[in-house]
Each structure stands twice: as C-alpha cells, then as structure tokens.
Nanobody, 115 residues
Framework: QVQLAESGGGLVQVGGSLRLSCAASGSTSSITIIGWHRQAPGKQRELVAL???????TYSESVKGRFTISRDNAKSTAYLQMNTLTPEDTAVYYC?????????WGQGTQVTVSS
C-alpha cells in the first residue's frame, strides 16, 4: 500500500505562484510514476503533469511552460511548482502514484486563483 499526502494548496492571486508537495509513505519502493491530476467544478479530472522514476516528465498543454514537476526519490516526495497562475487553474489537485501496475491517490488539495 502507498499513502499520499498533498500539501501546499491555497488561495493566490492571478499571476502568482504556489508549490504543491506530495509525500508518499508505506511501500514506496518501485513507485514508477508520480504525478498530479486536477478537477475543477463541473469538469472531468484531467492530467496536469507526471514524472517517471527516470526523471522524464509530461505536461498537459494548458500548463506547459508554467508548471514544473520534480521528485526527490530519497524523500519519496514530488513537487509541482505552479507559476503564472490563472483562474482556469482553480481546481482540486490530486497527487497519484503508480506502483506495480496499481494507482494510488491522495485526498486532494484545493487551489484557488482569484482575479
């Protein structure tokens, strides 16, 4: 089992920045992918970014160039640096991790961007 705990969400003004953290605990060995999805009110959950254990990252088109995902394998923690935030980034952000073919999810953290 893998447990994921997100932190770093909050309220920020347009153009501001936030950094989300996702700390994994439990059976963290063999986690291959760790990443973030988000879900805005009335919308489907969508992939934001992911990073593999080799450091390869993928971003959605809507955040490319503004968000940066990174991971510290020694700390079993992933980070999502979010810059130049817009109201369209307002959502609940969920961390997820893939281990041995199974996905694990965090509880989510709210990010609200005010104009």
């Amino acid at each position: 089992q893998v447990q994921l705990a997100e932190s770093g969400g909050g309220l920020v003004q347009v153009g501001g920045s936030l950094r989300l953290s996702c700390a994994a605990s439990g059976s963290t060995s063999s986690i291959t992918i760790i990443g973030w999805h988000r879900q805005a009110p009335g919308k489907q959950r969508e992939l934001v970014a992911l990073i593999t254990n080799s450091g390869s990252s993928t971003y959605s088109e809507s955040v490319k160039g503004r968000f940066t995902i990174s991971r510290d394998n020694a700390k079993s923690t992933a980070y999502l640096q979010m810059n130049t935030l817009t109201p369209e980034d307002t959502a609940v952000y969920y961390c997820y991790a893939t281990r041995l073919g199974r996905n694990y999810w965090g509880q989510g953290t709210q990010v609200t961007v005010s104009s």
